[in-house]
């Protein structure tokens, strides 16, 4: 764990994969935050001197709105693509339950920069199911690569 400075963590970088941040969860956040509540550290994903964050946007924003200056960081090395194959991943399990409209941006997101992986593999990286990728592939045209 390292406590970077919130301006050297780079949240434009293409690695944010939900379809949108929820202004209410990020308000709920920064309430508890300053009322001394401990929250997991962000996932940053260091590529030379770049901070790449890969999951906690939303604790993020929160730490922002209430004027931190840094934070907790849970830091890996990797480069872009390391980083959004975590953020895709990231809250299958925890925090803010991903929508439909967040699986639909992941897949798309997977296909795009992971095409060339199985559905089952696109799947596992997404926390979706198979028939998921599948019909996302049909929505957009995209030919599904079989999977072995």
Known sequence: MKKIKL?????DGGTQTRAALNEDTISDYAEAMTEGAKF??????????AYLLADGFHRFMAAQRCGWV???CDVRKGSKQDAIKYSLGANNVHGLRRTNADKHRGVEIALR????????AL????GVSDHFIGDTHARHGFKPIINS
Do not use: N, Y
Not at 40 to 49: D, L
């Open 123 to 126: 799947a596992e990286m997404c």
């Open 70 to 72: 840094d934070i907790d």
């Open 7 to 11: 301006d050297e963590i780079i949240i």
């Open 40 to 49: 997991p550290t962000v996932v940053v994903f260091a590529s030379g001197t």
């Open 113 to 120: 920069e992971f095409g060339k992986l199985t559905d089952r």
